[in-house]
Structure formats: structure tokens, C-alpha cells
Nanobody, 125 residues
Framework: QVQLVESGGGSVQAGGSLRLSCAASGYTYRRYCMGWFRQVGTKREGLAGIFSYDNTRYHESVKGRFTISKDNAKNILYLQMNSLKPEDTGLYYC????????????????????WGQGIYVIVSS
């Protein structure tokens, strides 16, 4: 059974930084595809994804500010978030395992099979 547990969220002032972590257990990287998503209201959008041979993709709104990475030895996915803006506020989820890892799939929430419980990030102006 795959379990994903996020940590590292919280409140920060605009311009600040946070690092989110997602501890993965039971995930064998068979269909290697992991990502970070933000939900605001009912909309869940992909912010950063990593797949096959550590290819990465970012949403335009976070390029140059957010960095996705993973520690294979610890089975942890990270999202380093710098220069945070109030519009970055939301409920952040990590996700793993998409059927066909690809540039187009990695930021599509419908492609993923496993999700964490979510963690809040609040950026104040």
C-alpha cells in the first residue's frame, strides 16, 4: 500500500521560503512520476513534477521560484519554495504513480493514482 505524507507547510510572509517534504512508503517507482499540486477551492493544479530519469516540469507561475527534487535513499520528495507570493496560498498535495510518465502527464492531477493528505501553505502580504 502506497502512503504519502506531506510536512513542512505553514504560514510565511511574502518573499519568504518554505520547503515541503513528502515521505513515500510502499512506492516502488515502477511508474516513476511524482508531483506537487495546489488546490484552491475545487481547482487542483500541478505546480511541479518529476519523472523518468529526473525530468522536471514546472507551472509557469512557479518557474524560477520553486524546485522539485527527491532523495531516493530516504524516499522523500521535496518542494523548495522561494520568493513566495500571496497567490501561492493553498492546500498542497504530493502525488505519485501515473500510468504513462511524460512531460504532459506529470502536471495533470487526473494521471495520478496516489495522493497525500494535503498540507496548508499560507502566504501573507
Amino acid at each position: 500500500q502506497v502512503q504519502l505524507v506531506e510536512s513542512g507547510g505553514g504560514s510565511v510572509q511574502a518573499g519568504g521560503s518554505l520547503r515541503l517534504s513528502c515521505a513515500a512508503s510502499g512506492y516502488t517507482y515502477r511508474r516513476y512520476c511524482m508531483g506537487w499540486f495546489r488546490q484552491v477551492g475545487t481547482k487542483r493544479e500541478g505546480l511541479a513534477g518529476i519523472f523518468s530519469y529526473d525530468n522536471t516540469r514546472y507551472h509557469e507561475s512557479v518557474k524560477g521560484r520553486f524546485t522539485i527534487s527527491k532523495d531516493n535513499a530516504k524516499n522523500i520528495l521535496y518542494l523548495q519554495m522561494n520568493s513566495l507570493k500571496p497567490e501561492d496560498t493553498g492546500l498542497y498535495y504530493c502525488a505519485a504513480d501515473c500510468a504513462y510518465p511524460s512531460f504532459s502527464a506529470v502536471l495533470d492531477p487526473h494521471e495520478y493514482n496516489y495522493w497525500g493528505q494535503g498540507i496548508y501553505v499560507i502566504v501573507s502580504s
